[in-house]
């Protein structure tokens, strides 16, 4: 079998090639997608309420297929892996979820810790990181409470935490700063920022919050009726724009 270049190397995160997505029989969420990510990059999905940023979120973390069209990761077509494939693409993709999706009989340290637990890892060759990493969203004071006994800020950096904690190639986070106070949640933006530098992890943050999306230097997505454009008015270059009118001020 002749291997092709996508084969050989990840010179594409994400691509989506004419995505489309409807539910049953109603209307397209989504149509006609098209983006490209590269790796290591760092970007920003706004839109309004039912938009669909969660259901674009869900067929980058592989949890809906595309009505039309072809999501691939690491260069890879979804559409055409088994069931094994697609499981070992899993793994290298992060997940923040919106509704935090933590199990209530585990402790913090032990919902954080499960995704090397089911990687095989020992305890003993994580459990020092986990607790930094707890420690680092503010809970290290509570790396041993449940999730019943935890605030839903709390319960959000938990999640942040386990999302994170494998280091993952994507990272997708979905309103992963909705339920903390603007300090904690810049605290966060400083955690993602860091993963994405120090391991070129590509990550795509859905966000109605336009005050974080101003404090990092990157590209911003609208989706606005099913169709998703590069959004001018707070990306990059507008900021730029800005930065240019303060100083001539």
């Known amino acids: 079998m002749t291997l092709s270049r996508h084969d050989l190397f990840d010179d594409v995160a994400v691509r989506l090639d004419g995505v489309s997505l409807r ?12 983006l490209v990510l590269k790796p290591g990059s760092f970007s920003f999905l706004t839109g309004a309420s039912g938009a669909g940023k969660t259901s674009l979120l869900k067929l980058l973390y592989l949890a809906l297929k595309p009505s039309r069209g072809e999501v691939s990761l690491f260069g890879r077509p ?11 693409l899993r793994r290298r993709v992060g997940v923040v979820f919106q509704e935090f999706r933590l199990l209530d009989h585990l402790t913090a340290y032990e ?8 990687l095989g890892r020992k305890e003993s060759t994580y459990r020092s990181d986990v607790e930094e990493l707890l420690a680092w969203v ?3 004071e509570r790396m041993h409470a449940r999730p019943t006994t935890l605030s839903g800020g ?10 994170v904690v494998t280091q993952p190639d994507i990272l997708i986070a979905d309103e992963p700063t909705g339920n903390v106070d603007p300090e904690m949640g810049s605290r966060l933006m400083r955690l993602f920022l860091e993963l994405n530098k120090r391991r070129a992890t590509t990550v795509i ?3 109605h919050d336009l005050g974080l999306v101003r ?4 590209p911003v997505f609208r989706l606005q009726h099913g169709l998703l ?6 990306g990059p270059a507008a900021r730029r724009r800005t930065d240019i009118s303060k100083a001539v001020e």
Do not use: F, K
């Not at 709390?154 to 999302?163: F, G, Y």
């Open 205 to 207: 943050i859905a966000t």
């Open 78 to 88: 979804t559409s055409r892996l088994t069931r094994d494939q697609l499981s070992a």
């Open 111 to 118: 919902n954080v810790a499960l995704p090397l637990r089911v």
């Open 23 to 34: 539910y049953d029989t109603s209307e397209d969420i989504l149509s006609g997608i098209d």
């Open 138 to 140: 503010g809970l290290g």
């Open 154 to 163: 709390e319960q959000q950096r938990v999640a942040i935490a386990r999302a």
């Open 215 to 218: 404090q990092v230097e990157a």
């Open 229 to 234: 454009v590069q959004d001018v008015e707070y």
